[in-house]
Nanobody, 122 residues
């Protein structure tokens, strides 16, 4: 049974960092498009970063609002995808969820984790 479990969320002040982890089981994460999504109450869930394998290793994408501050990575030996979040802003407060899709992050049904809360406040 494919499963994703997120960890690493918490409460921090603006400018601080957090690292989220997404541990996959029941499938190989490197064979899928692995994405980090976030959702704020009352707003639509958005994909903020995606990593998928290609002929050169990995193709990585970020949404503009996190480009330069967040870094997605994966450890194939641990079957885990990470999201290093630096210089966090109040606007980054959301529930962060990881998901696996066959070819493109967010396309199709996918396998989803339950999410982890990130709160940034002063």
């Amino acid at each position: 049974q494919p499963r994703l479990v997120e960890s690493g969320g918490g409460s921090v002040q603006p400018g601080e960092s957090l690292r989220l982890s997404c541990a996959a089981s029941g499938f190989r994460a490197k064979d899928y498009a692995m994405g980090w999504f976030r959702q704020v109450p009352g707003k639509q869930r958005e994909v903020i970063s995606c990593i998928r394998s290609d002929d050169d290793g990995a193709d990585i994408e970020y949404v503009n609002s996190v480009e330069g501050r967040f870094v997605i990575s994966r450890d194939t030996t641990k079957n885990t995808v990470y999201l290093q979040m630096n210089n966090l802003k109040v606007a980054d407060t959301a529930v962060y969820t990881c998901a696996a899709h066959k070819t493109t992050c967010g396309r199709g049904i996918g396998t989803w984790g339950r999410g982890t809360q990130v709160t940034v406040s002063s």
